[in-house]
């Protein structure tokens, strides 16, 4: 089993930044791709960022790409992300996801995260 802990959510202006962070305990983290999801009301859950056991490679969708920054610090058990140039869209419940590959799709994790509320104001 792998435990997984969000923090970092909270209230952001447009144009803002957000840094995340996911603690990882249990199993050996660096076992684990990681990855981000975020979920809307009324919408399903979406890929943010993914990245590799040793943090080599890292995937993003276009609506995110160039604007967030997955990374993860082995030692610590963590993974992060961080956030720029908000957008009012970007508002949803974030999540962080384990899996033993890097994937895109939420079915290819394993172990997910109770996850951290983003509300970014226009």
């Known amino acids: 089993q792998v435990q997984l802990e969000e923090t970092g959510g909270g209230l952001v202006q447009a144009g803002g930044s957000l840094r995340l962070s996911c603690a990882a305990s249990?199993?050996?983290?660096?076992?684990?791709?990681m990855g981000w999801f975020r979920q809307a009301p009324g919408k399903e859950r979406e890929f943010v960022a993914a990245?590799?056991?040793?943090?080599?490679?890292?995937h993003y969708p276009d609506s995110v790409r160039g604007r967030f920054t997955i990374s993860r610090d082995n030692a610590k058990n963590t993974v992060y992300l961080q956030m720029n140039l908000l957008k009012p869209e970007d508002t949803a419940v974030y999540y962080c996801a384990a899996a033993f590959t890097r994937a895109v799709v939420a079915g290819a994790y394993d172990y997910w995260g109770q996850g951290t509320q983003v509300t970014v104001s226009s």
């Open positions: 249990g199993r050996t983290f660096s076992n684990y791709a």
């Open positions: 990245i590799s056991r040793s943090g080599s490679s890292t």
